[in-house]
């Protein structure tokens, strides 16, 4: 105190506490804007960065360094997260996969880890309680060591201006060797398997092909546009979401549950319609 | 009540014996309409696949008025949104249409479809029946040979069929079709050219197997199914051995009114359910599977079930090929194509014959066997069963994986072993299993059947008195026969009969004494008197033996 005190009169004070003052107001709104909107839109922007890179670390060093090293380096047990972005930490955590339960060939998708979740006194009814605060925090952290790609925007992944026959067709030419024709799923080698897009968002189906996790190739923006991204997310919510006109989807994995029903029901029910019709007689001579 | 039974209204009486005097049918209906038909659920079976053969001509009727087996290029703009805009042949845009635009389309694609299937499990069902039970014992070996012809042929309506709509699914049965065909030594480029006119896939296949699908296969199919039932209908039906039961004879229920009202019946339970299924369950949704683009291919792509031998035994083949200067032999297509269906195939068709030779039978027979007392055909009967269920289970074997969490490798090499060391351990079980049961059956004639009457002896020990079965299945069990011996007497001079000798006569008497093997002799009687004695004595305990 004393020394400001004696300074105040400095010929500099004045434009020092003019910084201050715009410093305040500008870290202020930086801080306080994407609040109000789009919470994971513009990770490692503006003031704040620094302190959610903080915090994000803090989360990371008590969630994830376990297996993933204290400096996100890699270990024996997770890999390196230098350079993945934060769109994977995103698609990761926001579909349950990390952190994960124990080590194995391939991460399931899972119900979000607690230490991700919303306090019980701000979730919403209806609403996901994931704390997407927490993710970005995490995120903007990876995003701090060597980049990678970013979590894509609400507009980035809007279904509504892709085109979905021609997102059918790079579909068809792209992911159903793996995903099925509709996204049921498929095995693959190793004990790995191409998981059912059903429960996918649209931006996560966005960031698994940028990101490329796990078994999965990455689409980058040079080898499907972020049109074409649009295309084939409009072209797999469309089917995904749209009703059987035939009757019961059998799963939709093709002809090996129509050969079960064909088998238990149809020749099933035959049987016991033999069966009936040819001991009618029995039962009178009885 | 004392007017002829036989009054017929005048009108009708006057147009029958119009129709009688011209055509002559009048004996001929009396004879036939009183063929005494058989009981007994299993003698059903063939009749699905029958049924169903109508429902498929009907249905496959109705679709031809729609589709267009044309590979031409068109673009759709039809009613289904996510493919609007896209390319495709003329034959997936009309059976888009069918499903979507055609009143009652997607119903009748869906009953065509389920009855397809249907179709060939009934020939297996039926198959299965006649081989387990000797049906197709002289004089029936033609009528069995016929019915391994049809299933030969249903594959191939089969195969054609599924591949007309030109999805995406299909098209990777037919890449695999003609990647069979081009692997055949010496003929394969020609006969690919041949049936694709040009290269892979052009133009000419669709329209090929719209005419192989409509007009010969069924052709084929209804003139043999058309022998088959003149020859059951001349032969006489099988029936199970049974009181009252012989070879000169058949106990039943006459086709009029009897049969043709079950017959009929069945045939709406058939019809029942092929439309539940078709209007309840989804089948080959094409237009998820997209166009057919011969870079594209699914996760999950299976042929339709009877096919799905063929796609395991490719799954599970080893990656095996012979090069021989600039030409490659890929026996890891060959192989998996066509030895698991030459041994099923031909195995079927020879099977009655070596059977026949083995056992030196040459009798009539239209009593059926218990399977238990043919253990060697049951046994073998069960390893072929097991050979073709690995195989088939195989054909899913990235749906097992996924559905139930294991290694794709994993079930690759579980039926690699299956598939051969499977067939054995079945054999030897079935062959225990049906020992076992001949033991049963011979105590049941021997001992009785429990009276759930206990008596105390006098010393205090309990015992369950066995009482004679009933007659109706004693003359069940008694219907065994026994397998013929070729054990001939050897001469006076040690020399044996001319059919054993030689290198092949002592492999056919060795194989006859394997099928003899283990004969349990059914013990009439033997046992009552001792069991009488054990009750009466107090000393025994209930058949030990």
Known sequence: ?286 | MSEPKQTVPKPIAGVSGYIDDRIGAGNFLKRNLRKIFPDHWSFLLGEIALYSFIVILLSGTFLTFFFKPSMAHTVYEGSYAPLRGIGMSEAYKSTLEISFDVRGGLLMRQIHHWAALLFVAGMMVHMLRVFFTGAFRKPREINWIIGVLLLTLALAAGLTGYSLPDDLLSGAGLRITEGVLISLPLVGSYATFLLFGGEYPGFDVIPRFYTLHVLLIPGIILALITAHMILMWVQKHTQMPGKGRTEKNVVGAPFYPAFMAKAGAYFLFTFGVLAGLGTFAQINPVWLFGPYNPADISAGSQPDFYMGFLEGSLRLMPAWEINIGSYTLPLSVIIPALVPMGIIMTGLALWPFLEQWVTGDKREHHVCDRPRNAPVRTSVGFAGITFYGVLWLLGSNDELSVAFDVSLFATTWFGRIAVIVGPIIAFLISYRICIGLQRKDADVLGHGVESGVIKRLPHGEFVEIHVPAREDVAAHLRGKKEIPSLEAPVDERGIPAPGVRGLIGKVRLTLNRAFRADDIPLEEGHGHEEEHKAIGAGSGHKADH
Not at chain 1, 145 to 154: C, K, R, S, W
């Open chain 1, 1 to 286: 105190m004393k020394s400001i005190t004696a300074r105040r009169r400095h010929p500099l004070a004045r434009y020092a506490v003019l910084f201050l003052a715009l410093l305040l107001f500008g870290g202020g709104y930086a801080f306080l804007a994407p609040v109000g909107g789009k919470a994971d839109a513009s990770i490692a922007q503006g003031a704040n960065a620094v302190d959610d890179i903080a915090e994000g670390k803090k989360i990371f060093e008590a969630t994830c360094a376990s297996c993933h090293g204290v400096n996100a380096e890699g270990t024996a047990m997770g890999p390196s997260l230098i350079g993945v972005g934060a769109a994977s930490v995103d698609f990761q955590i926001s579909t349950g996969r990390m952190p994960a339960a124990a080590p194995a060939a391939q991460m399931p998708r899972k119900a979000i880890a607690p230490v991700f979740e919303l306090p019980l006194d701000q979730r919403k009814p209806g609403q996901p309680t994931i704390d997407t605060k927490k993710v970005a925090q995490v995120a903007a952290f990876i995003q701090s060591l060597g980049g990678g790609p970013t979590v894509p925007t609400d507009a980035d992944v809007d279904p509504a201006t892709g085109n979905a026959a021609k997102g059918g067709e790079l579909f068809r030419a792209n992911c159903i060797q793996c995903h099925n024709f509709v996204g049921s799923g498929g095995a693959l080698t190793g004990g790995k398997h191409a998981p059912d897009l059903g429960k996918a968002s649209a931006k996560e189906i966005y960031e698994a092909m940028i990101t490329g996790p796990q078994a999965m190739p990455v689409f980058n923006d040079s080898v499907i546009t972020p049109q074409e991204k649009r295309d084939m997310i409009a072209y797999i919510l469309a089917v995904q979401n749209q009703p059987h006109p035939g009757g019961a989807s059998l799963g939709v994995i093709g002809p090996v549950t129509e050969g079960l029903a064909a088998w238990v029901v149809g020749i099933g029910l035959l049987v016991l319609a033999a069966i009936w019709i040819t001991a009618k007689r029995r039962q009178v001579n009885d």
